[in-house]
């Protein structure tokens, strides 16, 4: 098991791989998978803004392109340089409702190295997660 220092330190290790020429906002983030590996992704921007992938969801997209599975996500770190937390957006929040139980935990950090453990569930009360459609 990785240990949430140890995540955040790997999401750490990619974080200069961001590719944010418009923003100067760099993010990474490390996913610890069941079977113990870890996949990380940076957020890559567009000039044509809406087109930027997050740190979040280029991690998340990879794990399922090499495989991975809904419930393979045991832990989520998101990583960098902000005074305070940084959460991800609710695109991000969506995906990860798409792929992760409620109970995943996913460690926020600001630049101070302070950590602050929170939940999928937390951050993404009353997810809109299936098409309960009534049949006609
Ligand atoms: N961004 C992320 O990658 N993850 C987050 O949690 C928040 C925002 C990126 C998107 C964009 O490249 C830049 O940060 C500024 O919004």
Same mark, same amino acid.
Request: charged content about 20%.
């Given at each position: ?38 996949? *990380?992704? !940076?957020? %890559? +921007? ?46 991000? *929040?969506? !995906?990860? %409702? +798409? ?38």
């Amino acid at each position: 098991m990785t240990t949430a220092k140890e995540l955040i330190e790997l999401a750490k290790e990619v974080l200069d791989n961001a590719y944010c020429p418009y923003s100067q906002f760099p993010v990474s983030c490390a996913l610890e998978m069941t079977d113990g590996r870890v996949i *990380r992704g !940076v957020n %890559v +921007e567009n000039v044509s803004f809406g087109a930027t992938n997050c740190a979040e969801r280029s991690a998340i997209f990879t794990a399922i392109s090499q495989g991975y599975k809904k419930g393979n996500i045991r832990a989520i770190a998101i990583v960098g340089k902000t005074t305070n937390y940084l959460a991800p957006c609710q695109i991000c *929040r969506q !995906v990860m %409702v +798409e792929f992760c139980d409620p109970t995943t935990p996913i460690y926020l950090t600001k630049a101070d190295g302070e950590v602050l453990t929170t939940t999928l569930g937390e951050l993404s009360p009353m997810a809109f997660k299936e098409l309960d459609r009534i049949e006609e």
